[in-house]
């Protein structure tokens, strides 16, 4: 456990300390009315030690060995070990073939998905130190070693929500449809494009009493026989087997306790709530409003399928990852604001530090179960 509090809050610090770095080069480019580049060495720099730790990895991830199975047996000549989608199976297939460490490999994979965080924020880059320990400490960061492909599908769609504010819709589809080549539900992301942008959730005590409701209604499984209407999704989506097995899933209902990490994950979304209406206007500048509203409905929907099987969870990651720029937003207006709001900030900072922290140590001891604590491949492999 002590070198998992090591590794991660090492990254953590070079994180925030190279991100503060980026943000004060555009500071300084700004006051000199200069372009910042995307490609600086503080962001090169960030991106491969992220790279790094992720590549290097042992079982962090719950699919993690089942990735490096699937790449191994590539290596040897054979042939894959589950169903891919052609855009993942033609990096897999591309290094395997060339004989490319597995380490090297992950790397590349979790650099993406940095990058397209990274690369969305490239013109606010005074979020860049909170980004950076936001994704790693909070939920995101064991979603992206576990599910690999969605998340780096989930990361293109963050991006990609600069090609709606500007009404760019061929920009948007090629980017989804990039999206899909990795997983194949990004396709449903298409009609996002199409949703208005409003403001649908600027009451604040509305949105405390949807939080409430949906709470009530995940602890209560008598509704869920609703979900039998999914089956058609599921097999347009290519979970055909997933499909045919819906009402099996519906029943398997997955307890998952309000634990430290679940209220960690509710005060975070319930001060965000609170300050939204201060967030809108000092970020009207830009796209914080949309993101807003992808956060407080991947949030919702994440209350109401609290207890169910985990492939009806999954897919809100599209939604659920949109906490990663607002929680920034926030901590950086706090911080901004920080005689005003001391004690808000160091609370908020706390809990953005919390999560992976907390799972660490509750994973602790659970050997091959364990996919939180961090390990590396060389002792292992």
């Known amino acids: 456990m002590l070198q998992s509090f090591f590794v991660y809050i090492t990254l953590g610090l070079i994180l925030y300390s190279l991100g503060y770095l980026a943000h004060i080069r555009q500071k300084n480019n700004l006051l000199l009315n200069k372009k910042t580049p995307f490609w600086t060495w503080e962001v090169a720099l960030a991106l491969l030690a992220f790279a790094f730790v992720a590549g ?68 606010q880059r005074y979020l860049y130190p909170f980004l950076g320990i936001v994704i790693l400490f909070g939920p995101e ?113 997955q307890i998952r306790a309000f634990g430290p990490r679940r209220f960690v994950l509710i005060l975070i979304a319930i001060i965000t709530l609170w300050y939204q209406p201060k967030l809108k206007e000092y970020f009207k500048n830009t796209y914080f409003l949309t993101y807003y509203n992808l956060m407080i409905l991947g949030f919702l929907l994440f209350n109401l399928l609290n207890n169910t099987h985990h ?33 808000t900030f160091f609370i908020t900072l706390v809990l953005s530090l919390s999560y992976l922290l907390l799972s660490t140590y509750a994973d602790f001891g659970k050997e091959e179960l364990d996919f939180t604590n961090y390990k590396f491949y060389w002792h292992y492999f």
């Open 311 to 343: 492939i009806f969870i999954r897919p809100l990651s599209y939604l659920t990852i949109f906490s990663i720029p607002t929680t920034a937003f926030l901590l950086f207006y706090l911080r901004k604001n920080i005689k005003k709001y001391t004690l």
């Open 141 to 253: 960061f064991l979603s992206w070693m576990n599910g690999i492909r969605q998340m780096l599908a989930a990361t293109m769609f963050v991006f990609a929500i600069q090609f709606i504010q500007k009404r760019q819709l061929w920009k948007y589809v090629g980017t989804i449809v990039l999206a899909s080549l990795f997983h194949t539900s990004a396709i449903v992301l298409l009609a996002f494009y199409f949703i208005p942008q409003k403001d649908y959730f600027k009451s604040k005590w509305l949105t405390i009493s949807l939080f409430i409701l949906t709470i009530y209604l995940g602890l209560n499984s008598s509704w869920l026989n609703v979900l039998n209407n999914l089956g058609v999704a599921l097999e347009f989506l290519g979970y055909t087997k997933i499909s045919v097995r819906l009402e099996d899933l519906i029943q398997d209902e």
């Open 56 to 123: 290097v990895r042992w079982n962090v991830g719950v699919d993690h060995q089942s990735y490096l199975a699937n790449y191994l047996n590539y290596q040897v000549g054979g042939g894959g070990i589950f169903d891919k989608e052609i855009g993942f199976d033609y990096i897999t297939q591309l290094m395997a073939r060339n004989n490319v460490h597995f380490s090297i490999y992950f790397g590349f994979l979790a650099f993406l998905q940095l990058f397209f965080i990274y690369r969305a924020f490239k013109d």
